[in-house]
């Protein structure tokens, strides 16, 4: 039998339906309409069957509307309580304008609605989780669609600017909304990205590429300190992003702040794939991406154990190398570091809601013709997680208000999209989120399988309160998986934000905290929330901790490294390198 993280048989769709599928793929943003027909088909077949439930929900119905004709007359006397409080994330009618009648009405009135909504999307007798949670789901992405504060009539703040500027905010908002739509049309980057250039304004931190195959370069960084930790240290990106979200500017620059504090840096620039990538897969990037960069830094630094850096799926893919590696005698790794990372795909959080068999070969079917999957289709999925903040907010305030959202290096940094190749893509979808493989053992390299109970040594994890690409819970369960002692992490922020968290940075990072704890294998809390209830709360950034954390596991300070970089052309090829500008 062939182990389950190989590429499927019959992955390329027949050529007849070809044409259909990648056409329903472009109309629906890569989301597979017979997902989303089969989680609702599932949802109305157990209520029309359920009498019981359906009185419930007229009954809730008749309540909510009695409480709102109740509120709407009251509300003009003020202090009258209201019917229904908005989720604490949900902060859309915060503003003073919209406790106003007829305002507070209509927010009453949509509040009232979604509650309701939910009360009807779950609940019900023999709907399964997952199509109960992507009926739920799309079900309140239509209803946010509706929302009062996106239409000019209902939405009091976009009523005053209107009046107060003589509507130059709505014409301002037609000239934002038209250079988006040309800047979608012609597949261009938004506007403002080019003060932040990689190599200019971001990704400068001095260093040399050392290293290139047809998946990554190796940078080099140059030593700023007398003295550095005798153990390098080896970061492996996520694949989906380019690294320098790691490098951005001097101000938040996560390298910087390494090379800074006597630490020898090699970081992995992923390539960015194009059709004849096509047939790499996951294992590919084990052997072409951590264990060969692992070799140079080793060849660079012989005779010496190396501190390994994994974030975001990077780190899926480290934790696999280093259990990989766990029978070597003398183990390279002195250490492991997950940032972001998950090993155990059982509870993905909002993601999961894409990853079912059928959204899977939809996905397959639209990367069939060009053998890659687009990063913006990815993006796509993200901006539906957190539609409020990145679709709805951004209609209001830049269509609506007419304001113009200033342009940042991460926003930057998040717009220079990168690609997927198909089999890579296919394998990791199927074998560690649909299958789970890799936490319950049944994930293969070289023909093995993959043991992280086999990982022994000391683990620093990081995981982030807001993050909705590896929720906290999930990534804390490297706990029970690992056999080496945890040094956790859960620091304020979301994916992004929570990792690039600089002591001294900018005002965004000024309200960081984060909880942290230290737990001998087998000795954490099994419920994450025990964890959190005695975990240490911390002021500031997590980076000093993680810095003392790697100098008390260094054996000794050494004389930096020699710097050789890679001679192409004639030339030293320098950091950032050349795959990072590979569009």
Same mark, same amino acid.
Not at 75 to 87: D, H
Not at 125 to 145: C, I, N
Not at 562 to 583: E, F, K
């Given at each position: 039998?062939?182990?389950?993280?190989?590429?499927?048989?019959?992955?390329? /769709?027949?050529?007849?339906?070809?044409?259909?599928?990648?056409?329903?793929?472009?109309?629906?943003?890569?989301?597979?309409?017979?997902?989303?027909?089969?989680?609702?088909?599932?949802?109305?077949?157990?209520?029309?069957?359920? /009498?019981?439930?359906? &009185?419930?929900?007229?009954?809730?119905?008749?309540?909510?509307?009695?409480?709102?004709?109740?509120?709407? !007359?009251?509300?003009?006397?003020?202090?009258?309580?209201?019917?229904?409080?908005?989720?604490?994330?949900?902060?859309?009618?915060? !503003?003073?304008?919209?406790?106003?009648?007829?305002?507070?009405?209509?927010?009453? &009135?949509?509040?009232?609605?979604?509650?309701?909504? =939910?009360?009807?999307?779950?609940?019900?007798?023999?709907?399964?989780?997952?199509?109960?949670?992507?009926?739920?789901?799309?079900?309140?992405?239509?209803?946010?669609?509706?929302?009062?504060?996106?239409?000019?009539?209902?939405?009091?703040?976009?009523l005053r600017e209107t009046l107060a500027t003589g509507s130059i905010n709505l014409a301002n908002g037609v000239a934002n909304w038209w250079r988006d739509a040309l800047s979608v049309l012609s597949d261009g980057k938004p506007r403002g990205?080019?003060?932040?250039?990689?190599?200019? @304004?971001?990704?400068?931190?001095?260093?040399?590429?050392?290293?290139?195959?047809?998946?990554?370069?190796?940078?080099?960084?140059?030593?700023?300190?007398?003295?550095?930790?005798?153990?390098?240290?080896?970061?492996?990106?996520?694949?989906?992003?380019?690294?320098?979200?790691?490098?951005?500017?001097?101000?938040?620059?996560?390298?910087?702040?390494?090379?800074?504090? +006597?630490?020898?840096?090699?970081?992995?620039?992923?390539?960015?794939?194009?059709?004849? @990538?096509?047939? %790499?897969?996951?294992?590919?990037?084990?052997?072409?991406?951590?264990?060969?960069?692992?070799?140079?830094?080793?060849?660079?630094?012989?005779?010496?154990?190396?501190?390994?850096?994994?974030?975001?799926?990077?780190?899926?893919?480290?934790?696999?190398?280093?259990?990989? %590696? =766990? *029978?070597? #005698?003398?183990?390279?790794?002195?250490?492991?570091?997950?940032?972001?990372?998950?090993?155990?795909?059982?509870?993905?959080?909002? %993601?999961?809601?894409?990853?079912?068999?059928?959204?899977?070969?939809?996905?397959? @079917?639209?990367?069939?013709?060009?053998?890659?999957?687009?990063?913006?289709?990815?993006? +796509?999925?993200?901006?539906?997680?957190?539609?409020?903040?990145?679709?709805?907010?951004?209609?209001? #305030?830049?269509?609506?208000?007419?304001?113009?959202?200033?342009?940042?290096?991460?926003?930057?940094?998040?717009?220079?999209?990168?690609?997927?190749?198909?089999?890579?893509?296919?394998?990791?979808?199927?074998?560690?989120?649909?299958?789970?493989?890799?936490?319950?053992?049944?994930?293969?390299?070289?023909?093995?399988?993959?043991?992280?109970?086999?990982?022994?040594?000391?683990?620093?994890?990081?995981?982030?309160?807001? *993050?909705?690409?590896?929720?906290?819970?999930?990534?804390?369960?490297?706990?029970?998986?690992?056999? +080496? !002692?945890?040094?956790?992490?859960?620091?304020?922020?979301?994916?992004?934000?929570?990792?690039?968290?600089?002591?001294?940075?900018?005002?965004?990072?000024?309200?960081?905290?984060?909880?942290? &704890?230290?737990?001998?294998?087998?000795?954490?809390?099994?419920?994450p929330q025990d964890w959190l209830d005695a975990a240490e709360q911390r002021t500031g950034s997590w980076w000093p901790c993680w810095h003392e954390w790697l100098h008390k596991h260094s054996s000794q300070t050494v004389k930096p490294p020699?710097?050789?970089?890679?001679?192409?052309?004639?030339?030293?090829?320098?950091?950032?390198?050349?795959?990072?500008?590979? @569009?």
């Open positions: 039998m062939a182990p389950s993280n190989s590429r499927p048989d019959g992955y390329a /769709p027949a050529p007849m339906d070809l044409p259909l599928k990648l056409w329903l793929a472009r109309l629906a943003h890569g989301i597979s309409p017979a997902s989303v027909s089969l989680a609702y088909a599932d949802w109305l077949s157990h209520l029309l069957v359920a /009498p019981s439930k359906q &009185a419930d929900l007229a009954a809730s119905a008749l309540r909510k509307a009695m409480l709102w004709l109740q509120y709407a !007359p009251h509300s003009w006397r003020g202090g009258c309580p209201l019917c229904v409080e908005p989720l604490p994330q949900d902060k859309r009618f915060s !503003p003073q304008e919209w406790h106003v009648p007829p305002f507070s009405a209509l927010a009453q &009135a949509f509040l009232l609605q979604q509650q309701w909504w =939910a009360e009807a999307m779950t609940g019900i007798r023999g709907v399964s989780k997952h199509h109960e949670d992507v009926a739920a789901f799309t079900m309140r992405q239509w209803l946010d669609m509706w929302s009062p504060s996106n239409f000019v009539a209902t939405n009091p703040q976009v990205v080019e003060q932040f250039r990689p190599g200019h @304004d971001m990704a400068v931190t001095p260093g040399k590429v050392v290293f290139r195959n047809r998946l990554i370069e190796l940078i080099q960084y140059e030593p700023a300190t007398a003295e550095v930790d005798a153990e390098p240290m080896l970061i492996v990106p996520s694949w989906i992003m380019k690294y320098y979200i790691l490098d951005l500017t001097p101000d938040d620059s996560l390298v910087k702040y390494l090379v800074t504090h +006597g630490h020898t840096v090699f970081m992995v620039s992923w390539k960015n794939p194009d059709t004849s @990538d096509r047939n %790499l897969g996951l294992n590919d990037y084990v052997e072409f991406g951590v264990m060969a960069a692992l070799d140079v830094v080793r060849s660079i630094r012989p005779r010496t154990r190396v501190h390994a850096v994994g974030y975001c799926l990077g780190g899926t893919l480290l934790a696999i190398a280093a259990a990989v %590696l =766990a *029978d070597e #005698h003398p183990n390279p790794l002195m250490t492991v570091t997950l940032l972001a990372a998950e090993t155990d795909f059982k509870e993905p959080g909002e %993601l999961g809601l894409f990853i079912d068999e059928s959204q899977i070969s939809f996905v397959e @079917d639209l990367m069939s013709e060009r053998g890659y999957l687009d990063g913006r289709q990815m993006a +796509g999925a993200f901006q539906l997680i957190n539609s409020k903040d990145l679709v709805w907010s951004k209609l209001v #305030h830049e269509y609506l208000m007419g304001a113009r959202t200033p342009m940042t290096a991460l926003r930057a940094w998040n717009a220079d999209a990168t690609r997927m190749p198909a089999r890579m893509h296919s394998e990791y979808l199927r074998g560690l989120y649909l299958h789970n493989d890799l936490a319950e053992g049944r994930y293969r390299v070289a023909g093995q399988p993959v043991r992280l109970a086999d990982i022994k040594l000391p683990l620093f994890v990081v995981a982030t309160e807001g *993050d909705h690409v590896s929720p906290w819970k999930s990534v804390y369960k490297i706990h029970r998986l690992a056999g +080496g !002692p945890v040094s956790f992490a859960l620091t304020s922020g979301g994916h992004n934000v929570g990792i690039v968290n600089p002591p001294a940075g900018p005002a965004a990072y000024s309200q960081a905290g984060y909880r942290f &704890a230290s737990c001998k294998p087998g000795k954490a809390p099994a419920n020699t710097l050789d970089g890679l001679v192409l052309d004639g030339t030293t090829l320098a950091a950032p390198g050349s795959y990072i500008y590979l @569009d």
